[in-house]
């Protein structure tokens, strides 16, 4: 593992040296058009700050590369030569229907590893020249971007719109989709508002917290102006990730190795991964003891409980708190839980399981379920109702035993 980390921080180096050795000077080209044709030549620098030998590839990708071209497709430097120049053309013919705004291409120039290098440790510098071409826009077009504001109680939903057509817009609206906790759709609506030539206006609608839990929720904003629309989708996340510990054992053997139980409840509405407690054992307010237990994945808003082992073959008979840390994501840290144990003498443990029904030996393994416990409790108290209503009805109808 040392030597494959070490692999990589090489790696890392000499990419860091490269690109510092190779640049391209200007880093883009923009251009605009408005349907016309477009016969572009233009040139750019290829730097070699380091004055080093070596051969590049030139090539040219994105999504309109198959209106670039590029006369070489190689160059090579020597070690005397400080830059090269490489030429290029950009030729969209009459009528081509670009996307409205800002379209791409990279011209690309990537070092080529010599031969000899083939299985030495080492890296390939590529620098890209960007073409940008912004095409014309329709008579009717907005560009949108969602965001949130939190209000503290509320939640504001904002749709950012800019007119980038060529026409003013008369109605413009946007209808925000979400499922609240319970997936129920929740439908908010901005006021219906006028946008003039490059103006740029803020739609808000509010939606109350309460409709939320602790998670991420997919909010869909659509904005319809006119006769035409655009949808934005994007993750609203309220509050922060937790896990909630439910349950800890109250009891275990005082100088034995215990099997404990510990709950955790996933308090998030999405999967948790890679959760575990760091609990440190204390006595009289004074830290005697610390374990870590084992990780685990949490499904969103679900339970899941761990079982493992803790020693206490050398702490003696009394009342012990368990500082407990939930770690997930291994960079997400709760806040300290406090739980409260009694380590019992065999007799008092003994006494303990007669008085609560299927509460088996710790030391054995044999830990009782919480809500078994819960269920035997409640037909308990099942079964002592029924006999109080059956001596109420005997009394009532006393007569017609007499």
């Not at 439908?187 to 409709?211: G, I, P, Q």
């Not at 003696?316 to 003498?345: A, C, H, I, Q």
């Given at each position: 593992?040392?030597?494959?980390?070490?692999?990589?921080?090489?790696?890392l180096?000499?990419?860091?040296?490269?690109?510092?050795?190779?640049?391209?000077?200007?880093?883009?080209?923009?251009?605009?058009?408005?349907?016309?044709?477009?016969?572009?030549?233009?040139?750019?620098?290829?730097?070699?700050f380091?004055?080093?030998?070596?051969?590049?590839?030139?090539?040219?990708?994105?999504?309109?590369?198959?209106?670039?071209?590029?006369?070489?497709?190689?160059?090579?430097f020597?070690?005397?030569?400080?830059?090269?120049?490489?030429?290029?053309?950009?030729?969209?013919?009459?009528?081509?229907?670009?996307?409205?705004?800002?379209?791409?291409?990279?011209?690309?120039?990537?070092?080529?590893?010599?031969?000899?290098?083939?299985?030495?440790?080492?890296?390939?510098?590529?620098?890209?020249?960007?073409?940008?071409?912004?095409?014309?826009?329709?008579?009717?077009?907005?560009?949108?971007?969602?965001?949130f504001?939190?209000?503290?109680?509320?939640?504001?939903?904002?749709?950012?719109?800019?007119?980038?057509?060529?026409?003013?817009?008369?109605?413009?609206?946007?209808?925000?989709?979400?499922?609240?906790?319970?997936?129920?759709?929740?439908?908010?609506?901005?006021?219906?508002?006028?946008?003039?030539?490059?103006?740029?206006k803020?739609?808000?609608?509010?939606?109350?917290?309460?409709?939320?839990?602790?998670?991420?929720?997919?909010?869909s904003?659509?904005?319809?102006?006119d006769?035409?629309?655009?949808?934005?989708?994007?993750?609203?996340v309220?509050?922060?990730?937790?896990?909630?510990?439910?349950?800890?054992?109250?009891?275990?053997?005082?100088?034995?190795?215990?099997?404990?139980?510990?709950?955790?409840?996933?308090?998030?509405?999405?999967?948790?991964?890679?959760?575990?407690?760091?609990?440190?054992?204390?006595?009289?307010?004074?830290?005697?003891?610390?374990?870590?237990?084992?990780s685990?994945?949490?499904?969103?808003?679900?339970?899941?409980?761990?079982?493992?082992?803790?020693?206490?073959?050398?702490?003696?008979?009394?009342?012990?708190?368990?500082?407990?840390?939930?770690?997930?994501?291994?960079?997400y840290?709760?806040?300290?839980?406090?739980?409260?144990?009694?380590?019992?003498?065999?007799?008092?443990?003994?006494?303990?399981?007669?008085?609560?029904?299927?509460?088996a030996?710790?030391?054995?393994?044999?830990?009782?379920?919480?809500?078994?416990?819960?269920?035997?409790?409640?037909?308990?108290?099942?079964?002592?109702?029924?006999?109080?209503?059956?001596?109420?009805?005997?009394?009532?109808?006393?007569?017609?035993?007499?």
């Amino acid at each position: 593992m040392k030597t494959k980390i070490l692999l990589w921080v090489i790696a890392l180096l000499l990419t860091i040296n490269l690109a510092l050795a190779v640049g391209l000077r200007p880093a883009k080209t923009q251009l605009h058009t408005e349907g016309e044709e477009i016969q572009y030549s233009g040139e750019f620098w290829v730097v070699n700050f380091e004055q080093k030998e070596f051969t590049a590839t030139v090539y040219v990708e994105g999504e309109i590369s198959r209106y670039v071209q590029v006369e070489q497709k190689e160059v090579s430097f020597r070690e005397d030569e400080d830059a090269l120049p490489l030429n290029f053309k950009v030729v969209i013919p009459k009528g081509t229907l670009l996307s409205p705004g800002i379209s791409t291409a990279n011209i690309v120039v990537e070092e080529k590893v010599p031969s000899n290098q083939a299985n030495v440790i080492s890296s390939i510098v590529v620098v890209k020249h960007k073409i940008l071409v912004e095409g014309p826009y329709p008579d009717k077009y907005i560009v949108a971007k969602l965001n949130f504001q939190d209000q503290g109680n509320s939640i504001d939903f904002v749709s950012e719109v800019e007119n980038l057509g060529k026409e003013d817009l008369t109605k413009v609206k946007t209808t925000f989709y979400v499922n609240d906790q319970k997936q129920n759709p929740v439908t908010k609506e901005t006021e219906t508002t006028s946008l003039k030539k490059s103006e740029n206006k803020l739609l808000k609608s509010s939606v109350d917290k309460s409709f939320f839990e602790l998670g991420e929720f997919e909010v869909s904003a659509v904005t319809t102006y006119d006769d035409q629309k655009v949808e934005i989708i994007q993750k609203l996340v309220v509050g922060k990730p937790g896990v909630d510990i439910t349950y800890f054992d109250p009891y275990f053997f005082a100088n034995k190795i215990n099997k404990y139980t510990m709950d955790l409840l996933n308090l998030w509405n999405a999967d948790i991964k890679n959760v575990y407690v760091d609990v440190d054992v204390k006595k009289d307010n004074q830290k005697i003891d610390q374990f870590r237990t084992k990780s685990v994945d949490l499904p969103g808003k679900m339970s899941q409980r761990l079982q493992d082992y803790f020693d206490a073959r050398n702490k003696n008979p009394g009342e012990y708190t368990f500082d407990m840390n939930v770690n997930f994501w291994n960079n997400y840290r709760m806040e300290t839980k406090t739980f409260r144990s009694e380590l019992l003498t065999d007799d008092e443990y003994q006494q303990i399981e007669a008085a609560l029904p299927n509460m088996a030996g710790a030391a054995t393994g044999q830990r009782g379920d919480p809500a078994y416990k819960i269920i035997v409790w409640i037909m308990v108290g099942i079964f002592i109702a029924l006999i109080l209503v059956y001596i109420v009805w005997r009394y009532n109808h006393r007569e017609e035993y007499e």
